[in-house]
């Protein structure tokens, strides 16, 4: 059975750091995301890396503040996210594709599972 299983939200004031961690069972796949939502928003991308080699995409959000890594041997990826802002907010997804794609998938619909989300809250 496939299953992605987040962990590591939290609440924190602006500034500190969190790190996400996302984990695989099943299978493994193409490409692995992060995404994050905040309520009357569109889910948006924050990040991800393709498995097969180490490329990673950043939404110009987050470059220099966030970082993606992963465990191969865990089946597992990670979002470091340093000099948290109260815009980072919102509820996290892991996201997985199985499939290739020659440029970087970037839309919701691009990915086949999904997390159930952790919230990060960072205060002011």
């Known amino acids: 059975q496939v299953q992605l299983v987040e962990s590591g939200g939290g609440l924190v004031q602006a500034g500190d750091s969190l790190r996400l961690a996302c984990a695989a069972s099943g299978r493994t796949f193409s490409f692995y995301a992060w995404f994050r939502q905040t309520p009357g928003k569109e889910r948006e991308l924050v990040g991800g890396?393709?498995?097969?080699?180490?490329?990673?995409y950043y939404a110009e959000s987050v470059k220099g503040r966030f970082t993606i890594s992963r465990d191969n041997a865990k089946n597992s990826v990670y979002l470091q996210m340093n000099s948290l802002k109260p815009d980072d907010t919102g509820v996290y997804y892991c996201?997985?594709?199985?499939?290739?794609?020659?440029?970087?998938?970037?839309?919701?619909?691009?990915?086949?599972?999904w997390g159930q989300g952790t919230q990060v809250t960072v205060s002011s």
């Open positions: 996201a997985a594709r199985a499939y290739y794609a020659d440029e970087y998938p970037k839309g919701v619909s691009d990915y086949d599972y």
């Open positions: 890396t393709r498995w097969s080699r180490s490329e990673t």
